[in-house]
T-cell receptor, first 113, second 112 residues
Framework: SQKIEQNSEALNIQEGKTATLTCNYT??????LQWYRQDPGRGPVFLLL?????KEKRKERLKVTFDTTLKQSLFHITASQPADSATYLC????????????FGKGTMLLVSP | SQTIHQWPATLVQPVGSPLSLECTVE??????LYWYRQAAGRGLQLLFY??????ISSEVPQNLSASRPQDRQFILSSKKLLLSDSGFYLC???????????FGPGTRLTVL
């Protein structure tokens, strides 16, 4: 069955460092992969989308890579700030043709001053 | 600009009672609409999605149902709630021409 894995342990880093979060998947051939940010008690907020034929995507301090051979995506936040503290969710297209997604459980990022 | 609303924000219901959660989207037409549940310690689970009025696809078997009576209105219902229905319910929409989803503020449901 399809499976998405994100590190369940919180990632603690110091302000100014680069945070790297990992998303691994099995039994999938997604057309695209997305990353979302979720704050406690709030709905997820879309950050970036990367397609299967793209290796890397950037948006301001965010960078996403997508390796369809390794079945892995890496999500980087450079020059991290305490305001970046949140849970980050990886989501994959389910190939339904209707933009349906399967989400990972997310990784909590804590950036300390 | 587009906005998505959900209500109520929080709800406490007894086991066996009915449920109706509402989601509306403003500023767009013919969106794809989605209902998710996020239970404690679990990821977002897609429950239903709709690509048009009256059109509902169910992703998991359960005692919940969904309806789309108008283009920008999506309703999640249950005739009799179970304890396991407790969770954070999220509605989302996406333009038919795009893939990223935009989520509402959510409804926190506690079934006692």
């Amino acid at each position: 069955s399809q499976k998405i894995e994100q590190n369940s342990e919180a990632l603690n880093i110091q302000e100014g460092k680069t945070a790297t979060l990992t998303c691994n998947y099995t039994n999938y051939s997604p057309a695209y992969l997305q990353w979302y940010r979720q704050d406690p008690g709030r709905g997820p907020v879309f950050l970036l989308l990367i397609r299967e034929n793209e290796k890397e995507k950037r948006k301001e301090r965010l960078k996403v890579t997508f390796d369809t051979t390794l079945k892995q995506s890496l999500f980087h936040i450079t020059a991290s700030q305490p305001a970046d503290s949140a849970t980050y969710l990886c989501a994959l297209d389910t190939n339904s043709g209707y933009s349906t997604l399967t989400f990972g459980k997310g990784t909590m990022l804590l950036v300390s001053p | 600009s587009q906005t998505i609303h959900q209500w109520p924000a929080t709800l406490v219901q007894p086991v066996g009672s009915p449920l109706s959660l509402e989601c509306t989207v403003e500023g767009t037409s013919n969106p794809n609409l989605y209902w998710y549940r996020q239970a404690a310690g679990r990821g977002l689970q897609l429950l239903f999605y709709s690509v048009g009025i009256g059109q509902i696809s169910s992703e998991v078997p359960q005692n919940l149902s969904a309806s789309r009576p108008q283009d920008r209105q999506f309703i999640l219902s249950s005739k009799k709630l179970l304890l396991s229905d407790s969770g954070f319910y999220l509605c989302a929409w996406t333009p038919t021409s795009a893939n990223e989803q935009f989520f509402g503020p959510g409804t926190r449901l506690t079934v006692l």
